[in-house]
């Protein structure tokens, strides 16, 4: 409920500066606030659609699992995600092989990719460098990292959580997009792991899918 209200109340706010307001400079700033109220209560209501649908498969056997190839779903959702990196100054590499087939439900699989490298390129300082690696037979690896503030290693299992928000943090955000990695993960019997980023610096995420 708090996630939700917060920017409703920002949203409120600039909406009632942005009809009182006469000088040009005010409207402006109160136009600027509605927006960033209205997308950032977007995303939150995006994120737990997202978390609902997750718990739903799960209770339900979850989406289909057909054979698909990982590494144009990877492509597809970097191509979409590329022009906010460009915005943010983020330099964003993929190394990754031609083809990964392996069993994934797509919708779950693309909120994954895109909560984690979202993430990488909301907190990254310059660059993003997404890797995927490995063969069929003796399973996939996913990496994503970035050079970025990181996260404690003593709150590695914490971010984890729904709705926890790491102390300090100045980015927005409604703390569930790691909690809906996890979610996804699972359903594929994959493996999540949390580490240093490049250089020592920033945040690595590591999914492990499972050998055939």
Known sequence: AHELKTPLAVIEANADRLLRAAPQ???????????????RIAHTVHQLL?????????ATHG?????????????????????LAHRRGIELELQ??????????????????????????????SQVLVRL??????GWRLVVSDDGP??????????????YRQPGQDQPGSGLGLAIVKA?????????????????RGLRVVVRFPAR
């Not at 400079?25 to 997308?39: D, F, K």
């Not at 690696?133 to 003796?138: D, I, K, L, R, W």
């Not at 996804?184 to 020592?200: F, K, P």
């Open 25 to 39: 400079a005010a409207a402006a700033s109160a136009r600027e606030g509605l927006h960033e109220g209205v997308q």
């Open 50 to 58: 997202s978390l609902m649908r997750s718990d739903a498969e799960s």
């Open 63 to 83: 989406e289909d699992q057909s054979r698909r190839d990982l590494a144009t779903l990877l492509g597809d959702r970097l191509a979409l995600l590329a022009p």
């Open 96 to 125: 990754a092989p031609d083809q990964a087939w392996l069993p994934l439900a797509r919708e779950g699989m693309a909120t994954l990719l895109d909560n984690l490298i979202d993430n990488a390129i909301k907190y990254a300082a």
């Open 133 to 138: 690696e490995g063969s069929e037979t003796a």
């Open 150 to 163: 990181g996260i404690p290693p003593e709150l590695h299992a914490k971010v984890f959580e729904r709705f």
């Open 184 to 200: 996804v993960a699972d359903r594929h019997r994959a493996q999540v792991e949390l580490s240093s980023g490049r250089g020592e």
